[in-house]
């Protein structure tokens, strides 16, 4: 599977961002797939992920301001962020793998996308 993101850019703190990750080379809706962020000096932490039904989890801090959704007819995966903080900048990294939600050892990762929210 070979995923290709999108979307990320300068936001003013309270705009939204919409987030975009394609996929090819293989059916995509058989794999679970989710979005990671990473800021310097740090791992690449789970923001959401979604089931290959459609469940979804979310990190907490994100929680009510995020929404992960995806359109398998499209092999694309969404993540939408509203109400973005200053806290919420970081390279955006989609994935999918196999388990039932995608997770930091999951094998498919896409390039990053940088999100920059100015206060």
């Known amino acids: 599977v070979q995923l290709q993101a999108s979307g990320g850019g300068l936001v003013q703190a309270g705009g939204s961002l919409r987030l975009s990750c394609v996929a090819s080379?293989?059916?995509?809706?058989?794999?679970?797939a989710g979005w990671f962020r990473r800021t310097p000096g740090k791992q690449r932490d789970l923001v959401a992920s979604?089931?290959?039904?459609?469940?979804?989890i979310y990190a907490d801090s994100v929680k009510g301001r995020f929404t992960i959704s995806r359109d398998n007819a499209k092999n694309t995966v969404f993540l939408q962020m509203n109400s973005l903080k200053p806290e919420d900048t970081a390279v955006y990294y989609c994935n999918a793998g196999q388990g039932y939600y995608s997770t930091s050892g999951s094998p498919y990762w896409g390039q990053g996308t940088q999100v920059t929210v100015s206060s």
């Open positions: 979604i089931s290959r039904g459609g469940t979804t």
């Open positions: 080379g293989s059916i995509f809706s058989s794999y679970a």
